[in-house]
């Protein structure tokens, strides 16, 4: 089990079974929510608790990001078509055991940094 919270406290959430999809993602939504590069994790919606409630962002037609509305931690993305969530990586009490496996939408990252290393890159 994987325990993780927003940095007041205010939203926490456990996380039962094995993440998937462990990725950086670089895409201009993540890196202007988050400050930079938002990795997560992907659980089906039923493997995760949420206590407190955070609030929602519907950020396009497709997806939401859920996120403190006390402190402004960004905590979730949600896809409105599907039955999996994806969780921040930085709000889980260590140690987790998860390695990032891939960095996403790499075309759209920002010109003030390089990707270092030898995880696939996806476009």
Same mark, same amino acid.
Do not use: S, Y
């Given at each position: 089990m994987?325990?993780?919270q927003c940095l007041c406290g205010d939203v926490s959430f456990q996380v039962k079974g094995m993440p998937r999809d462990i990725s950086a993602c670089h895409c201009g939504q993540c890196r202007r929510q988050s400050g930079h590069v938002w990795a997560s994790a992907v659980?089906?919606?039923?493997d995760l608790t949420i206590t407190g409630t955070p609030n929602w962002f519907e950020a396009s037609a497709t997806a939401k990001r859920g996120f403190c509305g006390r402190c402004g931690s !960004?905590? !979730?993305?949600k896809a409105h078509d599907e039955d999996t969530i994806s969780f921040a990586l930085g709000a889980l009490d260590s140690p987790t055991g998860l390695r990032l496996e891939k960095h996403i939408f790499v075309a759209d990252k920002g010109d003030y940094y390089d990707i270092e290393g030898d995880l696939p890159q996806r476009a």
């Open positions: 994987l325990n993780g659980i089906p919606e039923a !960004f905590l !979730f993305w």
